[in-house]
């Protein structure tokens, strides 16, 4: 709960943390995230499940570029899904949505359809998986959570401008409260092997933290102090 000294605007450009390594994306780039490596752990942060999606990534970098290594207390992925970032799509590499590949009882074969900005049909088709948790990215994700047991997940998306959260949580309502985004039960459709089934199969609370469509530097002014108090623990609120 203690206060923290924010890293000089000086020397925030530079990310100085340490990475640890968890395994390698699909084609082989690495896997990382920073702060303890070692569970159980308050809160899990991370962005960049879907590629396309890299405001979430740009975001919480500048989070954690102005903290200072000793403030952080909560781990930070700022790429689950790194190889989308650098394609700049949605899926990975195997053209997979990694948000539709975990072993969930809910897991489909299907592929899952997803609309781009500004449109209203989802016409757009991705594979779920040869299989639920085919990925590399998911199977390195899972046993990450496996090792570092977070009381609590936090995933960061765009552009539904929303924190959702199925548990109606503290943690959830307070980044509600604390962003301004309405607090909602689920997104409106079916998302079958997602990585919230996951979660919740697990018992493990995960709030999805969908950011607006606002222009970056917006959304940088309005949700980097949050993320600050969340990955260096000095957030109000309980988790777990
Ligand atoms: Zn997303």
Redesign the pocket.
Known sequence: MSAFNEVPRARKGVLRHQAHRYGESERGVPLEFYGPDTGPVKVLVMAS??GD?CD?TVALSEALRRVPAEALANPVILAVNPDGVLQGT?CNANGVDL?RNWPAANWSPEPVRYKDHGHTVQDIELSTGSAAGSEAETRHLLALVERLQPHAIVSL??PLGCIDDPDDSELGRWIAAETALPLVPDVGYATPGSFGSWCAEKNIPIVTW?LPTEPLPAVIDSHVPVLMKLITGTHPVGTG
């Open positions: 499940m879907h999606e979430s949605r948000n998306h765009t969908e």
